[in-house]
C-alpha cells in the first residue's frame, strides 16, 4: 500500500498569516492527489490533483501538485479563524482506493 | 444533488455485541461506495468499498463486515464488537474513479 505523509502534522499560527502544508507520497499506482478539510465531522474536498505544476485556486487556498518530486502543497493566505481544521492529504490509485496521511492538525488564533 | 446520510451519528456497545451501521446516497445511481475508520482524529483507513449491488471489496483482515443490499445502501457490521472496534466511522461515495469521493457526516462508536 502506497504511503501518504504530511507534515507538519500540527501548526498554530495567527490571523492573517499564510501556511504551506506538504504531503508527499509514493508512486505506485497514481491516479490522483486530493486534499480534504476536517472540522468536526465530514472531511469536505477541497482540490483534486492530477496533473503536474497547474495550481489549483479556491479562494484563499491553492495547491500545486509535483509528480516528479511525488509532493503536493496546499497554501493558505490572509489565514481565518475558520480555516481551523484538519487538512487531509490523500492519493488515488488504482481501483479508486484513497490512501491518507495522517493529516496537519492547523490552528488560527485570533 | 447527491447526499450521503450515515446515521447513528454516536453510539456505544458493549463488547460482545452486534453493530450494524448503515449508509445511504440519495440523487445519484451506481455510486461507488466506501468504509473508512478515523483514530483519533487523525488520518482515515479504508475498510470496505464496492463498485455495485452485492460486489465487496474488503482491505484489511478485521472483525467487520459490510453488505450492499440495495444500489445505494451501504451497511457496515460486526457480529460481536471488540474494544479495538472503537473508533469514527466514515462512509463516503463516488461517481467514477475520475471523481472525489465525498464524505458522510460519520458515526462515532464507543465501545465499553
Known amino acids: 500500500e502506497d504511503k501518504v505523509v504530511q507534515s507538519p502534522l500540527s501548526l498554530v499560527v495567527h490571523e492573517g498569516d499564510t501556511v504551506t502544508l506538504n504531503c508527499s507520497y509514493e508512486?505506485?499506482?497514481?491516479?490522483?492527489l486530493l486534499w480534504y478539510k476536517q472540522e468536526k465531522k465530514a472531511p469536505t474536498f477541497l482540490f483534486m490533483l492530477?496533473?503536474?505544476?497547474i495550481e489549483k485556486k479556491s479562494g484563499r487556498l491553492s495547491s500545486i501538485l509535483d509528480k516528479k518530486e511525488l509532493f503536493s502543497i496546499l497554501n493558505i493566505t490572509a489565514t481565518q479563524t475558520g480555516d481551523s481544521a484538519i487538512y487531509l492529504c490523500?492519493?488515488?490509485?488504482?481501483?479508486?482506493?484513497?490512501?491518507f496521511g495522517e493529516g496537519t492538525q492547523l490552528t488560527v488564533n485570533p | 444533488s447527491q447526499t450521503i446520510h450515515q446515521w447513528p451519528a454516536t453510539l456505544v456497545q458493549p463488547v460482545g455485541s452486534p453493530l450494524s451501521l448503515e449508509c445511504t446516497v440519495e440523487g445519484t445511481s451506481n455510486p461507488n461506495l466506501y468504509w473508512y475508520r478515523q483514530a483519533a482524529g487523525r488520518g482515515l483507513q479504508l475498510l470496505f468499498y464496492?463498485?455495485?449491488?452485492?460486489?465487496i471489496s474488503s482491505e484489511v483482515p478485521q472483525n467487520l463486515s459490510a453488505s450492499r443490499p440495495q444500489d445505494r445502501q451501504f451497511i457496515l457490521s460486526s457480529k460481536k464488537l471488540l474494544l479495538s472496534d472503537s473508533g469514527f466511522y466514515l462512509c463516503?461515495?463516488?461517481?467514477?474513479?475520475?471523481?472525489?469521493?465525498?464524505f458522510g457526516d460519520g458515526t462515532r462508536l464507543s465501545i465499553l
Open positions: 490523500a492519493e488515488e490509485t488504482s481501483g479508486s482506493r484513497l490512501t
Open positions: 464496492s463498485v455495485g449491488i452485492g460486489q
Open positions: 508512486v505506485t499506482n497514481f491516479r490522483s
Open positions: 463516503a461515495w463516488s461517481m467514477d474513479s475520475n471523481q472525489p469521493q465525498h
Open positions: 492530477t496533473s503536474s505544476g
